[in-house]
């Protein structure tokens, strides 16, 4: 799972944006076994490796007709968490969930609004991104996961964070 989380942006600054993810990092699987005497069709039920997580960013978040400034600029979302989120792991799909192992997890994954600027203004539009993450469990009272983002407003670069309520995020482990 990249850190730095690939996108297609569509939309603009009055009906909104949508960052949409690479698909290409929506793993699922299935397992089933096949007995050529039988015959019989085999039937696979697909399961989802990782967590998608999607958050619509308003420009509301913050006073931004604040010194009459009417526009934000975002430079970039992230996800933080005590939990490996992105990076390098492992699945058998044969043991399913239980035989995934976290290989070389990162605690962050971002998207970066480098090549096209996205500009949220006071009258309205949005900003929808959608993460791929690696299964977890948020069961723990000390697990935490952030949505972080970092914006222009005028000349002033800034930083927002929302802290998620991470329980209610049923990961691909059990």
Do not use: C, W
Not at 90 to 106: F, L, Q, S
Not at 131 to 140: N, V
């Amino acid at each position: 799972m990249p850190i730095d989380q690939h996108y297609t942006l569509t939309g603009d600054s009055i009906n909104g944006y949508v960052a949409s993810p690479d698909m290409r990092y929506a793993f699922m699987t299935a397992h089933n076994t096949y007995n050529p005497k039988t015959g019989q069709k085999i039937t696979m039920n697909f399961k989802s490796m990782v967590t998608a997580l999607q958050f619509d960013i308003q420009p509301n978040i913050i006073n931004i007709e604040k010194d009459n400034i009417k526009k934000m600029e975002v430079i970039s979302v992230s996800l933080l968490s005590n939990k490996g989120i992105s990076g390098d792991f492992r699945y058998d799909i044969k043991e399913g969930t239980e035989g995934y192992t976290n290989t070389h997890a990162t605690r962050m994954t971002s998207i970066h609004f480098d090549e096209a600027p996205v500009t949220l203004t006071s009258e309205g539009g949005s900003l929808n991104v959608t993460f791929f993450i690696l299964p977890e469990e948020f069961a723990d009272a000390e697990d935490y996961l952030r949505l972080q983002i970092i914006f222009k407003l005028g000349s002033t670069q800034m930083s927002r964070i929302a802290t998620i309520n991470a329980k209610s995020i049923k990961g691909g482990k059990k």
